[in-house]
């Protein structure tokens, strides 16, 4: 992927000084060109289109956003109650993912998503144990964002 990004910059900058005007439209007229080229010729790269993978972190970004709103108006709406109803408590949650880098951005999305915490993660990197503010409440959601967040994850990660 680094590779198709420096190809890109340099079929700019070689349409940027093939023109009358050396300046910066120009030289994006060519990363677009390069653009179109590379989309072309991707089948002979060993890797995948690099935008293909930028577009996939815009919707784990997107995704992360969802749920960190979500988990908000939940968390929000628990503290806000007159009397403070919680059963705090661990939880262990099994991924898929697979590798360090996966299933330390897993936990790390689930770190910033408010109401819960991964306390552990075992050391054969499939299974998380999680503290809940509230596990009656929050278990379910949590698992259900895990899901979304292991769809996206595997999306920017995976070459398939």
Same mark, same amino acid.
């Given at each position: 992927m ?6 890109n910059l =340099?079929?700019g900058?070689?349409w940027m &000084?093939?023109?009358? #005007?050396w300046?910066?439209?120009?030289f994006?007229?060519?990363? %677009?060109?390069g653009i179109l080229v590379?989309f072309?010729?991707?089948?002979y790269?060993p890797t995948k289109f690099y ?7 815009v919707k784990?970004?997107?995704v992360?956003?969802?749920q960190?709103?979500?988990?908000s108006v939940?968390?929000?709406?628990q503290i806000?109650?007159?009397? =403070?109803?919680i059963?705090p408590g661990? &939880?262990?949650?099994e #991924?898929?993912?697979?590798?360090e880098?996966?299933v330390?951005? %897993?936990?790390?999305l689930m770190?910033?998503t408010p ?7 075992a050391?054969?990197?499939?299974k998380f144990?999680?503290?809940a503010?509230?596990?009656?409440a929050q278990?379910?959601?949590i698992?259900?964002s895990?899901?979304k967040f ?11």
């Amino acid at each position: 992927m680094p590779m198709q990004i420096l190809i890109n910059l =340099l079929i700019g900058v070689v349409w940027m &000084f093939l023109q009358d #005007t050396w300046n910066v439209l120009t030289f994006f007229t060519g990363y %677009l060109f390069g653009i179109l080229v590379l989309f072309i010729l991707r089948r002979y790269m060993p890797t995948k289109f690099y935008l293909e993978t930028f577009i996939a972190v815009v919707k784990l970004f997107i995704v992360f956003i969802e749920q960190l709103f979500t988990s908000s108006v939940v968390v929000i709406r628990q503290i806000t109650q007159p009397k =403070l109803n919680i059963s705090p408590g661990i &939880f262990s949650l099994e #991924t898929e993912l697979e590798g360090e880098l996966e299933v330390s951005l %897993l936990a790390l999305l689930m770190n910033l998503t408010p109401g819960s915490v991964v306390v552990e993660v075992a050391p054969d990197n499939k299974k998380f144990f999680i503290h809940a503010m509230d596990i009656t409440a929050q278990k379910e959601s949590i698992f259900h964002s895990k899901e979304k967040f292991e769809k996206a994850i595997k999306r920017v990660t995976r070459y398939d």
